[in-house]
């Protein structure tokens, strides 16, 4: 009997603590949930007011107590943003330079990385170690003594002087050539004992292998060309050669300086689409390509 109670004692602390493990787990994925939802709200909701925003009168913009959702949707904004903004133009030339400096970058971000990983020269230690400590540079520094260069080579306001000053990128040579590590160097001593020539082999062996990672780079380096402003403006601030960036900034203000929000929302949502797209359905090549690069070291 005193068995048997002992058992009934024992299947019932099992029961309790089950349930309290279930009303732990339960609580544990609530407040789980619920900080991932206060987080995405955090992010989306600037989003969700340049929407608003873009479709809401100039009138009603300018009210004293913000709207949440408008009184009176403008389509008309878009149209005008297109007008105003000469959104057409900058387009082209954030394209062109886009491509041309994404493409020149992997050339030289291939060639950089396929030396720093498979080549033996003299000094190649010393000088990739050189180049990672110009990481820890701040950009800026770099900004005078590039508007220094271009200035004496006649670059200003020219293509040019959008692309050649960004073709290195020390940081995407980094992540190639930690990816091109983890490729077994006996498929490159094989290949040398065949007569395969170096760049034969980067172009039929490395390169396919190491494809998720340069497609995170080409994404990257488009992103970082279409969001780029500071240089352009100091560069290249004419409308012949002048970025979508500019436009956004200098293209929605009246001569006596007011700025037509609503249109230059519109404007913005635009040129953000594009760079959302490419997030959303190409963004497991960006992770895809970055992880496998870190795991090497």
Do not use: C
């Amino acid at each position: 009997m005193a068995e048997k109670s002992r058992k009934l004692i024992s299947e019932k602390n099992m029961r309790t603590e089950t349930q309290k493990a279930k009303v732990g787990s339960v609580i544990a994925k609530i407040v789980t949930y619920l900080f991932l939802v206060i987080m995405a709200i955090i992010v989306i909701f600037p989003f969700y007011w340049m929407i608003i925003s873009s479709l809401k009168t100039l009138d009603e913009y300018r009210l004293p107590v913000p709207t949440f959702w408008p009184k009176f949707f403008d389509w008309d904004n878009y149209a005008e943003a297109f007008q105003a903004a000469k959104l057409l133009t900058y387009f082209k030339n954030t394209v062109i330079v886009g491509l041309v400096s994404t493409i020149l970058s992997l050339v030289v971000t291939v060639l950089s990385a396929f030396a720093f990983a498979r080549l033996e020269f003299k000094g190649k230690n010393l000088l990739f170690g050189a180049l990672l400590g110009t990481m820890m540079i701040p950009g800026e520094l770099f900004t005078i003594t590039n508007y220094a260069t271009v200035n004496a080579f006649g670059w200003m306001k020219t293509y040019t002087v959008l692309i050649v000053p960004f073709l290195v990128s020390v940081f995407y040579i980094y992540l190639l050539r930690q990816n091109f590590l983890q490729i077994p160097n006996e498929l490159y001593l094989a290949a040398k004992v065949d007569g395969t020539r170096d760049f034969k082999y980067l172009w039929k062996v490395m390169i396919p292998l190491s494809m998720p990672t340069l497609i995170s780079i080409t994404i990257l380096k488009m992103m970082g060309a279409w969001n780029s402003y500071i240089w352009p403006r100091l560069v290249a601030n004419d409308e012949a050669h002048a970025l979508i960036t500019y436009g956004l900034r200098n293209s929605f203000s009246d001569t006596s300086g007011m700025t037509d929000y609503p249109v230059q929302m519109a404007a913005v949502a635009v040129v953000s689409l594009p760079l959302f797209l490419v997030f959303v359905f190409l963004r497991k090549y960006i992770m895809k390509g970055v992880s496998r690069s870190g795991i090497k070291g």
